[in-house]
T-cell receptor, first 114, second 120 residues
C-alpha cells in the first residue's frame, strides 16, 4: 500500500482563507516527516519538518503536527495568500534518518484567488 | 552560494536511446539522490550515492544506473528508453552529518529544479 497518502486536489481558496491539507503515512516506528512545496517550473523546497512524535513544524505561517496516534501530519495555514499557490507534497523518511530515501505523496495542487 | 544545479533542463529522446543527466550538489554537500517525478505524481526514489558508491536503491530496473564523481557531482544514466520514462528527474543533495536537532537548514535534502525528459 501507499506509504504516504495526501488529500487529492486541486484545492481552490480565496485569499485569507484557512488551509488544511491532510496527510497520513504508514511506516514502522516513527520516521521523520516533511512538507515540501513546488512552485511552477521549480524543484522541491522544504517547507517544514518534524522528526519525532508530537513535534510541530512551522515555517512561513504554515504548521503541521506529528500525530503518532493517527499517523498523520496535516498541513495548516490560517490565512493563505496568492503567492502560496503551488503543489504541496507530504513525505516521510526512512526510520532513524532524515537523509536517506524519501517517500512522497502524490501532491496537492493549491490555487489561491485574490 | 549555488544550490543544486541540474543539466540539461529539457531533453527529448526517442525510444531505445540512452540518456545521461547531470547534477552538481549544493556547496559542501557530499550525498546525491535521484528521483523520478511522473506528471501528476509525487517523486519516486531511484537511488542515492555517497562516497562514489550506490548506497540505497528504489524499485527501478537496471536500465537506470548512476555514478558519483570525486567532486560529489553525479550522473543518472538511463538505457533503452521507454515511453514511460518520460518524467521530471530531480536531484537532491545533502551532507551526512549526524542527525538530530538543528534548524531548518540542517539535516535536510535540497532539490534541484530538475531535468524534463520526454521520450517519443
Amino acid at each position: 500500500g501507499d506509504s504516504v497518502t495526501q488529500m487529492e486536489g486541486p484545492v481552490t481558496l480565496s485569499e485569507e482563507a484557512f488551509l488544511t491539507i491532510n496527510c497520513t503515512y504508514t511506516a514502522t516506528g516513527y520516521p521523520s516527516l516533511f512538507w515540501y512545496v513546488q512552485y511552477p517550473g521549480e524543484g522541491l523546497q522544504l517547507l517544514l519538518k518534524a522528526t519525532k512524535a508530537d513535534d510541530k513544524g512551522s515555517n512561513k505561517g504554515f504548521e503541521a503536527t506529528y500525530r503518532k496516534e493517527t499517523t498523520s501530519f496535516h498541513l495548516e495555514k490560517g490565512s493563505v495568500q496568492v503567492s502560496d499557490s503551488a503543489v504541496y507534497f507530504c513525505a516521510r523518511a526512512d526510520r532513524g534518518s532524515t537523509l536517506g530515501r524519501l517517500y512522497f505523496g502524490r501532491g496537492t495542487q493549491l490555487t489561491v484567488w485574490p | 552560494d549555488a544550490g543544486v544545479t541540474q543539466s540539461p533542463t529539457h531533453l527529448i529522446k526517442t525510444r531505445g536511446q540512452q540518456v545521461t543527466l547531470r547534477c552538481s550538489p549544493k556547496s559542501g554537500h557530499d550525498t546525491v539522490s535521484w528521483y523520478q517525478q511522473a506528471l501528476g505524481q509525487g517523486p519516486q526514489f531511484i537511488f542515492q550515492y555517497y562516497e562514489e558508491e550506490e548506497r540505497q536503491r528504489g524499485n527501478f530496473p537496471d536500465r537506470f544506473s548512476g555514478h558519483q564523481f570525486p567532486n560529489y557531482s553525479s550522473e543518472l544514466n538511463v538505457n533503452a528508453l521507454l515511453l514511460g520514462d518520460s518524467a521530471l528527474y530531480l536531484c537532491a543533495s545533502s551532507f551526512r552529518v549526524s542527525s538530530g536537532g538543528g534548524g531548518l537548514a540542517k539535516n535536510i535534502q535540497y532539490f534541484g529544479a530538475g531535468t524534463r525528459l520526454s521520450v517519443l
